[in-house]
């Protein structure tokens, strides 16, 4: 079966993208200009573990750790453009591997993690929009890892915490070139009405909606306080069949000088993934701060009865 035919039947879809704290849990030190990225080069056992967990944990959909994996990232850091292809398909083959080995039941689905321009930055602009980049530019970023993540094979593509109306609209275009591939696609939000650059919601989903090849959209890193009232937003508008996706953090404050969070609430996920799916969401999952016993967690309140 086909990504799209099975997505397109489920009511509830749980995927992961905590990469970071999964490789921090290993002892592997994420405060480098390549953040996760760095793993595929000098641990990919441990980028390797980290899918393996979650889809023993319950995950349908794994998030490959590319997220901050870009050509222009590698340069910076002495590799060339074939070795970061290399490397960004590497990313692909870990998940894979781990979705084979794992002992869950599940069905399992591989994502090319796609991360905005800000993560490259590694200066939190992830959350602002803050870029000082032309669209051309912005292609120009994104064009080698989106081909190389569908040339690897991943079964669909996850574009996750972009905060920039343009840079939406610019990965859109680009998605145009690979309509086959089926697409998640998660912004940033300042407030549960706007993304990071203040963009109305309505105004970023007309544009997700008119994009044939994304799946799902929604939100991606935010404070889940926001989550009932985001998804009410778009609810209340929604002109297409797409599913909503959220995956909140654990409500605790990034520090990205440190490329550390604060206290979280580690429970919050499984806390109030019934209320989300209430409020219309239907793929879930935790950003930065989920476990894989916390995901796990998640799929029991989503899919055990109350006895």
């Not at 407030?191 to 959209?217: C, P």
Request: proline content about 3%; hydrophobic content about 40%.
């Amino acid at each position: 079966m086909i990504f799209h035919e099975w997505a397109t039947q489920q009511s509830i879809i749980l995927f992961d993208s905590s990469m970071g704290l999964g490789l921090n849990n290993q002892g592997f030190d994420t405060n480098n200009a390549l953040w996760t990225a760095k793993a595929l080069i000098t641990d990919p056992d441990k980028v390797y573990q980290v899918h393996r967990d979650f889809f023993d944990a319950g995950s349908n959909v794994t998030t490959t750790d590319s997220y901050q994996a870009s050509s222009a990232g590698f340069a910076n850091q002495g590799y060339d453009k074939a070795e970061a292809e290399r490397l960004i398909k590497s990313s692909v083959a870990l998940a894979q591997q781990a979705a084979k080995d794992s002992q869950g039941s599940q069905e399992k689905w591989v994502a090319g993690n796609i991360g905005p321009y800000g993560a490259y930055l590694a200066n939190g602009a992830e959350y602002t929009g803050d870029y000082d980049i032309n669209a051309d530019q912005l292609r120009d970023f994104h064009t080698d890892r989106l081909r190389w993540l569908v040339e690897a094979g991943s079964d669909l593509l996850a574009i996750q915490t972009v905060p920039s109306f343009m840079e939406i609209k610019v990965l859109c275009d680009l998605l145009n070139d690979y309509p086959d591939i089926d697409v998640l696609f998660t912004c940033s939000l300042r407030d549960s009405h706007h993304i990071s650059d203040g963009t109305d919601l309505r105004e970023v989903q007309a544009v997700l909606e008119a994009q044939k090849n994304v799946i799902a959209y929604g939100f991606n890193c935010f404070k889940p306080e926001l989550t009932e009232d985001a998804l009410d937003y778009v609810s209340a508008n929604a002109k297409s069949d797409k599913a909503l996706a959220v995956a909140p953090n654990a409500g605790a404050d990034y520090d990205p000088i440190t490329k550390t969070w604060g206290e979280p609430n580690e429970k919050i996920f499984s806390e109030k993934a019934a209320s989300w799916h209430a409020h219309g969401a239907s793929w879930i999952s935790g950003c930065c701060e989920m476990i894989p016993a916390e995901l796990n967690n998640v799929r029991k309140v989503l899919f055990e009865p109350v006895n």
